[in-house]
């Protein structure tokens, strides 16, 4: 008879692989720098403080408590979260309640226009944190009638953010069409029944991972910004007069293009960006209005943001990215069998994702860790050239040098296009720590939110 057991708890998962070499792990496996993690949350938090704004820590590239409480600053009085998956946040609900029963006022977003089906949920959550803990995001009239289920599950208003389109077009209303068919009306109504309380507006804008310098990657900022404030001021007669309306940006090449400021850079996009974040409505007097930055790759990072260059002075590779896919070759062709030297790594797209990334034709690129010869000076990188399901093809990034220096058997570390993506494959990161005498050892193991909208209780167990 068939029988199930529970998944291993995170302890388990330590006592069996704690201290071991990352080469011996089994494979593909995804490996976490806590070291560089640190450095780029305390970057981030003391950017944030020098600059005076608010900061709002998005979740759903590591999806793990770990990472999210580096996130937290323990001067922030009300630590601010995105999710953009229900599991995400029932995650972070004993964190998060946790810093409720401590006296702060922690808010997490549900990152998406609000789904229907999930206000149930969100309002059981929120009951179980307290007051002012669940923000949500509308976009459309029709949304608005759900917030009413919300309040009636747990007698108090939901938070919301009104979502604008400033260019991405991925969600949100063009700055000049925010009251589509009477959103901000319907939305005015529900305040004053009960149901909900706007806390501003909300834009995201990916198109700064096109960035290609520190400059264009504040341009991008600063455009976020400036369509907030064209719907701010289009729209303030319908908007609230008696509290400070947020304008929450970003992205993380966004977001860090903001280190810049901090920096002394001197530049007219870092002149104009450092005024906007001073005096966010200074057109309308009348208005209150605070700027909160939002991003949530820049724990972690991976090709396609180190590509955008948004940090000057910012290091290489190896330095800079926090995750990587420890993977085994299995084959090498180095004696004339095609035209140009390959190895094959047993790992392909669901091991390291297929993201494409703008400074580079391929899906991934290997870390000199281990290296030997010409993959080690750093002359030229063995890139993810092909990918299939399982499996991938290593080549030079540049014109065929010599013979792949690898050899089958061997362990190498790739760093992805896109660690969002790739994260997703693993239940769990083994955690090295290169700010150690030993950094190729596993320290620790953080296990991850897996799957998008209910807990599966055999995976919260390993939380317990």
């Not at 979502?163 to 004053?192: C, F, M, Q, W």
């Not at 996009?269 to 906007?276: V, Y």
């Not at 724990?299 to 000057?312: C, F």
């Not at 030079?396 to 896109?418: C, D, E, F, M």
């Amino acid at each position: 008879m068939a029988t199930t057991s529970a998944l291993p708890t995170q302890v388990e998962l330590l006592q069996r692989w704690g201290g071991k070499d990352i080469a011996d792990l089994p494979k593909p496996a995804a490996v976490i720098d806590r070291a560089i993690v640190r450095r780029h949350c305390e970057r981030m938090k003391n950017t944030i403080r020098s600059l005076g704004v608010e900061f709002r820590a998005h979740v759903k590239t590591h999806k793990t408590l770990e990472i999210a409480k580096m996130q937290l600053d323990i001067e922030d009085q009300s630590p601010k979260f995105i999710a953009s998956t229900l599991l995400e946040i029932e995650t972070l609900v004993r964190l998060l309640a946790g810093l409720k029963q401590a006296g702060r006022s922690p808010n997490i977003l549900y990152g998406i226009p609000l789904v229907p089906s999930h206000i149930t949920r969100l309002a059981e959550l929120a009951a179980e944190i307290g007051e002012g803990s669940i923000s949500v995001m509308i976009d459309h009239p029709d949304q608005v009638q759900y917030l009413q289920e919300f309040s009636a599950k747990t007698n108090f208003p939901v938070c919301v953010f009104v979502k604008v389109d400033t260019g991405y077009h991925r969600a949100g209303l063009p700055p000049i069409s925010l009251n589509k068919n009477g959103l901000l009306e319907k939305l005015a109504e529900a305040e004053e029944a009960g149901h909900a309380r706007l806390l501003g507006l909300y834009s995201h804008s990916s198109l700064s991972y096109g960035a290609k310098n520190a400059e264009e990657a504040m341009n991008y900022l600063i455009g976020e910004i400036q369509g907030c404030k064209v719907a701010l001021n289009r729209w303030l007669p319908l908007l609230p007069k008696d509290r400070e309306l947020i304008i929450s940006v970003g992205a993380t090449p966004q977001a860090i293009s903001s280190h810049n400021l901090v920096q002394g850079s001197s530049s007219s996009e870092a002149e104009e960006l450092r005024s906007l974040l001073r005096q966010p409505a200074a057109e309308r007097s009348e208005a209150q209005v605070k700027i909160e930055l939002h991003a949530g790759n820049y724990p972690v990072l991976d090709m396609q943001q180190v590509s955008t260059h948004a940090r000057n002075g910012a290091g290489d590779l190896e330095e800079e990215i926090a995750l990587s896919v420890i993977a085994e070759v299995c084959s090498v062709y180095n004696d004339g069998e095609r035209e140009k030297p390959e190895a094959l790594v047993a790992a392909g797209t669901l091991a390291l994702g297929r993201e494409p990334c703008a400074s580079y034709p391929g899906w991934g690129v290997l870390s000199n860790w281990r290296q030997t010869g010409d993959a080690k000076s750093g002359a030229s990188r063995l890139m993810v050239e092909r990918i299939s399901q399982e499996h991938s093809i290593i080549t030079w990034n540049k014109v065929a040098q010599t013979s792949i220096p690898l050899r089958v058997g061997q362990a190498v570390k790739i760093y992805p296009n896109h660690s969002c993506v790739t994260g997703a494959f693993y239940g769990f990161y083994f955690v090295i720590d290169s700010s150690t005498n030993d950094p190729c050892r596993v320290v620790d193991i953080w296990v991850r939110g897996r799957g998008g909208e209910v807990t599966d209780p055999l995976t919260m167990t390993r939380f317990q």
